[in-house]
């Protein structure tokens, strides 16, 4: 084996390959640090628009025609005297949200469908 190939695998104390791994090893450290407090966080009861919007992989003008219409239940955390809210101040409990996605749920037919194939 050759000295440059023998670097990348083998490190000595002095080479740059050796600190290059001892900064690999603190910044994978530091991002499993990372991990371990999201996990501690608790996860929102409260969804937004766009958070929706990602789950469900629709448009957030779709997600808002879902609470316009009442499909989908939410609350306007913002005042507006009574007129539709502007874009982004909705908030839908989790909750709600699978109770809609619940309702949706498409059930097989009652009856068989035949698979014989069309003439």
Not at 9 to 16: I, K
Not at 23 to 48: C, I
Not at 58 to 73: A, F
Request: charged share 30%; hydrophobic share 35%; aromatic share 6%.
């Amino acid at each position: 084996m050759n000295k440059k190939t023998d670097n990348l695998f083998l490190c000595d104390a002095d080479s740059n390959a050796c600190r290059m791994c001892k900064e690999l090893l603190a910044n994978l450290e530091q991002f499993f640090e990372m991990l371990r407090t999201a996990r501690k966080l608790p996860a929102s009861d409260w969804l937004t628009v766009d958070d929706i919007a990602k789950e469900l992989k629709i448009s957030k003008s779709i997600v808002y025609r879902l609470i316009r219409n009442g499909e989908i239940e939410a609350i306007n955390i913002v005042e507006n005297n009574g007129k539709i809210a502007q874009r982004g101040h909705y908030r839908i409990k989790r909750t709600d949200l699978t109770q809609y996605i619940k309702s949706k749920k498409v059930n097989p037919p009652t009856k068989k469908i035949s698979s014989k194939p069309r003439l």
